[in-house]
């Protein structure tokens, strides 16, 4: 069997580890992969974003699985186009990955089927979203419609900063396209969680759930980034939250997209917030997997992935009911992030990684932003660098052993956040 990993992050180094513990004998290739890939698949050159190179190349590779791990090549239509020339793929086609790239879309959709949701508005005219602002409750969220790699929601104090983040991006286009369209959205209270599910389109199997930690810094301070850290399972997730997760939010919305014509095959993260009075409500749609949540739930896993991607991407139906084994203890994934992350991420610092943490089977040292030279040497080649996953028995176990690897992993400016799982651990304090 031969498959492609769409993607060089440490998502797809942690799918390509689920892929191989599933499939000890598969050939597996990674385009473009990072160091780490590398020891687990054949990199292969390229741009994940480059549609028609990579459909020549799995055409003539025939390849059995390809599975697409970021979102770019998504909105592009990378699926459309292998699943034209014939290639299985994993994941949405580009119509029904505007749950994504357009956070007008999703929110349109999500009001047409009553999935809850904060109430905003769309706008692309500024004046109109001015006067919006000015007759609504502070704080808001300004949002560029489209994909903004992270950065595209501005959490405003004031109306006066909603302003000037609307002005920002209709007015002085400093989000490109993605913010010729924009969101004025309610700020909702609460704590955030990630449910996933990879479906067929009408039936799902809801993932373990994780909880990711979007700011750089201890105590969630400083800016927004992709993603500090990781940890999976939640226990506020308790199974009758993921059932009304799955009756509210999941249900309504792959029905809403298969009756639109678009239906929705691959994973659906789910991005919710809950909220003080016990209700749900979804912030965002990712139509992948979360980095660095994939860390954290793959390693969670008993295994068992690979056959349920391989009957999405050859149109089957998915067993209803199906359900993945139950999480096996915890597992925790701390980022290791470049000196000027996420600003200005600045690159080439050799990494030095002891070798016993390599052979520890509590650890997954996922790579990111990592390239190696002609004599090994490891260097830092992105802003996320690695995502060091431990598993353990529960949080606290997983949290320490993750959190001390980090510590031991060594590069000019590292930085990495201390206390991932830190709210799941006050819970069980
Ligand atoms: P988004 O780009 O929509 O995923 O938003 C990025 C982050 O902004 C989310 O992960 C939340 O932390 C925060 N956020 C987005 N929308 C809201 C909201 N309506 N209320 C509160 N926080 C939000
Ligand atoms: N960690 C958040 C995301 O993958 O979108």
Request: hydrophobic fraction near 45%; proline fraction near 6%.
């Amino acid at each position: 069997m031969k498959i492609l990993v769409v993607g060089g992050g440490g998502r797809e180094h942690a799918l390509l580890w689920a892929l191989r513990r599933d499939a000890p004998q598969a050939s597996l290739f990674c385009l473009p992969g990072n160091a780490g890939t590398a020891r687990l698949a054949t990199n292969l050159p390229g741009r994940a974003t480059d549609v028609p190179a990579i459909t020549r190349l799995a055409t003539a590779e025939r390849f059995d699985l390809v599975v697409v791990g970021p979102e770019a090549p998504l909105a592009l239509g990378l699926v459309d186009q292998l699943a034209a020339a014939g290639v299985p793929v994993f994941g949405p086609t580009a119509a029904a990955a505007r749950i994504e790239s357009s956070k007008a879309f999703a929110k349109s959709l999500m009001n047409r089927h009553g999935v809850p949701t904060a109430t905003a508005r769309t706008f692309t005219d500024l004046d109109a979203a001015l006067r919006y602002i000015g007759a609504h409750e502070e704080p808001l969220l300004v949002k560029a419609s489209g994909l903004a790699a992270g950065k595209g929601a501005i959490v405003c104090r004031t109306r006066a900063e909603a302003r000037a983040a609307a002005a920002l991006m209709l007015r002085d286009r400093s989000f490109g396209e993605a913010g010729h369209e924009i969101l004025v959205e309610e700020f909702l209270e609460g704590e955030e969680l990630s449910v996933l599910a990879l479906t067929d389109g009408e039936h799902f199997a809801v993932l373990p759930p994780a909880q990711d930690h979007k700011r750089l810094l201890d105590g969630d301070a400083g800016p927004n980034t992709g993603g500090m850290g990781a940890y999976s399972p939640v226990s506020i997730a308790t199974d009758r939250l993921l059932a009304d997760v799955a009756a509210e939010v999941f249900g309504p919305t792959l029905r809403g997209l298969s009756e639109a014509g678009t239906p929705y095959r691959g994973v659906l993260y789910a991005g919710l917030m809950l909220r003080p009075d016990g209700s749900l409500a979804v912030i965002e749609f990712n139509c992948r997997f979360g980095d660095p949540e994939a860390q954290a739930i793959l390693a969670v896993l008993p295994g068992g992935v690979l056959p349920v991607l391989r009957m999405i991407a050859e149109g089957g139906w998915m067993p209803p009911g199906h359900r993945f084994g139950d999480a096996r203890g915890a597992a925790v994934t701390t980022v290791l992030a470049a000196e000027g992350y996420p600003e200005h991420p600045k690159l080439g610092a050799a990494i030095a990684i002891p070798a016993d943490l390599e052979d520890d089977p509590h650890l997954h040292l996922f790579h990111a932003g990592t390239a190696a030279d002609s004599d090994g040497t490891l260097r830092v080649a992105g802003g996320r660098v690695l995502a060091v996953t431990a598993t353990g028995a529960g949080v606290e176990e997983a949290a320490d052993r993750s959190r001390e690897a980090a510590e031991r992993i060594a590069f000019e400016g590292r930085q990495f956040r201390r206390d991932i799982g830190w709210r799941e651990i006050a819970r069980r304090a």
